[in-house]
């Protein structure tokens, strides 16, 4: 079964402490690997697309990383600006009419 | 660029009624799925339209129904109401065959 987990649920930071979130994953064939951001009561905002292990991709103060297993997304000098969850998201290889499978989030907050 | 728009932004139904939920698409994107985002849980992916048909479906019953217009805006209705439909649905569009979505900020059913 196709399944996204993210750790950890939440995290806090102090203002400029860089920190990684993780999102490990199996799917049958991956087709791509989405980050999103979500502020309180909102849409999601879409922030990366990976499509291959290897890949890299940033910006400002967020860069997205891919292995075969799991991705990372690392925040380096946050600011509080940057508190919101987290979701990351991955779509299989297989014709799903454009599903994807969610992680729960991470819940990040950054203090001044 | 207008960006995805969803209405009502919330409301609030007693269990056993019908609703409808409304989706204008991004300009220039004829792809429109919907999600379902329980509190604290990543979004579940219920459905998805293209080219005015069904493209995909996850999980969900079929008191769940959905339509996409030759404008390529879509509604979302949900009959015989249950308690556990409340939560935040969530549009996103995409060009056919990319797999970006932009999603709304979504419409908070509360079912009483």
């Known amino acids: 079964e196709d399944q996204v987990t993210q750790s950890p649920e939440a995290l806090r930071l102090q203002e400029g402490e860089s920190s990684s979130l993780n999102c490990s994953y199996t799917?049958?064939?991956?087709?791509?690997l989405f980050w999103y951001r979500q502020d309180p009561g909102k849409g999601p905002e879409f922030l990366f697309t990976?499509?291959?292990a290897g890949e890299e991709k940033e910006k400002e103060r967020l860069k997205a990383t891919l292995t075969k297993k799991e991705s990372f997304l690392h925040i380096t000098a946050p600011k509080p600006e940057d508190s919101a969850t987290y979701l990351c998201?991955?779509?299989?290889?297989?014709?799903?009419?454009?599903?994807?499978?969610f992680g729960q989030g991470t819940e990040l907050s950054v203090k001044p | 660029e207008t960006g995805v728009t969803q209405s009502p932004t919330h409301l609030i139904k007693t269990r056993g009624q019908q609703v409808t939920l409304r989706c204008s698409s991004q300009?220039?994107?004829?792809?429109v799925s919907w999600y379902q985002q329980a509190l604290g849980q990543g979004p579940q992916f219920i459905f998805q339209?293209?080219?005015?048909?069904?493209?995909g479906r996850g999980n969900f019953p079929p008191r769940f129904s959905g339509l996409q217009f030759p404008n390529y805006s879509s509604e979302l209705n949900v009959n015989a109401l249950e308690l556990d439909d409340s939560a935040l649905y969530l549009c996103a569009s995409s060009i056919g065959g990319q797999s970006e979505l932009f999603f709304g900020e979504g419409s908070r059913l509360t079912v009483l």
């Open positions: 998201a991955v779509q299989a290889g297989y014709n799903q009419g454009g599903k994807l499978i």
């Open positions: 339209y293209y080219r005015e048909e069904e493209n």
């Open positions: 799917v049958s064939g991956l087709r791509g």
């Open positions: 990976l499509y291959s």
């Open positions: 300009s220039g994107h004829n792809t």
